[in-house]
């Protein structure tokens, strides 16, 4: 069983182009994220929905727009692709772990990643 | 703003030898995040530490935490070839925010 799953895995695509990578988890997590990695490796949050509110935005252009139908599904839309959009996109959610003494943590847990080219 | 340095970025050693992996934070946080990713793939989560002290292992890996030097530090013990990977510790930038920032990550290579 997957815990969190996104498609396509690939995505190749010409500038200028509208693309759409979904995401969904069957972990019952409230929180959902967005992470784009770059070449070197450096993982960025774009992204982060709680209870399907944004509650984290980060500075990323318009072009980017998340959606979240329902608390297992986060859907990343990209308008007018550009080439610096080419990166790998992880999906990734967490649920709130509370520890005796009221203080709590939130482990993360990842999709698969998209690979997304723009030619 | 929260920066999360790790060091070394790159890691090349031999089989059956110790090193340590350090991870930097500028913030008060004292939850810290633990990932590995293999090469393709996605990040696999290896520890969670959520206290001044904490120490955590997993096989030849033991994490610990130091909030009051903002440290965290990832100790591999006789290192072998399946450990080779890409090791990022990450931090909540504030408690409760849910915006977590990712270390630069350390690349380990193990040589046979």
């Known amino acids: 069983d997957t815990a969190v799953s996104q498609t396509p895995k690939y995505l190749v695509t010409q500038m200028g182009n509208d693309k759409s990578i979904k995401c969904e988890q069957n972990?019952?997590?409230?929180?959902m994220y967005w992470y784009k990695q770059d070449s070197k490796k450096f993982l960025k949050i774009m992204f982060s929905?709680?209870?399907?509110?944004?509650?984290i935005n980060e500075t990323v252009p318009n072009r980017f727009s998340p959606k979240s139908p329902d608390k297992a599904h986060l859907n990343l839309h990209i308008n007018s692709l550009e080439l610096g959009d080419s990166a790998v996109y992880f999906c990734?959610?967490?649920?709130?772990?509370?520890?005796?003494?009221?203080?709590?943590?939130?482990?993360?847990?990842f999709g698969p990643g998209t690979r997304l080219t723009v030619l | 703003e929260l920066k999360v340095e790790q060091n070394p970025l790159f890691l090349s050693m031999q089989e059956g030898k110790n090193y340590t992996i350090y991870c930097n934070y500028s913030?008060?946080?004292?939850?810290l995040y633990w990932y590995r990713q293999d090469p393709g793939k996605s990040l696999e989560s290896l520890f969670v530490?959520?206290?001044?002290?904490a120490v955590k292992q997993e096989g030849r890996l033991m994490a610990s935490l130091d909030t009051k030097a903002r440290l965290s530090t990832l100790h591999i013990t006789a290192a072998v070839h399946d450990l080779s990977a890409t090791y990022f510790c990450?931090?909540?930038?504030?408690?409760?925010?849910?915006?977590?920032?990712f270390g630069t990550g350390t690349r380990l290579k193990v040589l046979a």
């Open positions: 990734a959610s967490s649920q709130v772990s509370w520890l005796a003494g009221g203080s709590s943590y939130n482990e993360q847990f």
């Open positions: 972990l019952g997590h409230d929180t």
């Open positions: 929905y709680n209870n399907k509110e944004l509650i």
């Open positions: 913030t008060t946080s004292d939850r």
């Open positions: 530490l959520l206290s001044n002290g």
């Open positions: 990450a931090v909540d930038e504030t408690p409760g925010t849910y915006k977590y920032i």
